[in-house]
């Protein structure tokens, strides 16, 4: 299924730090159709990364990362 970016959405604190970065997805193949916002936050970083070093490329992948072990997840449950 081809999965596209179609928003970016920063977070910040009161202080002007960004806390988190959702990431909205969105696909289909044939009937099937996906519709994702996946939240990036700062435990979904390696060490040494920081949001204001990452490119959205860096960000959405980090977002695909994790859609995908969520639905990985959930079909392992039923």
Known sequence: M?????ALTYNFDGDGNT???TVSLSG???A???NANMSVT???LTDG???DGLTMKDITTI???KLAKATAED????
């Open 2 to 6: 081809n999965i596209k970016k179609t």
């Open 19 to 21: 806390t988190a970065i």
């Open 28 to 30: 289909n193949e044939g």
């Open 32 to 34: 099937d159709y996906l």
């Open 42 to 44: 700062v435990s979904d």
């Open 49 to 51: 990364q920081t949001f």
């Open 63 to 65: 977002a695909r990362k």
């Open 75 to 78: 079909a392992g449950t039923k």
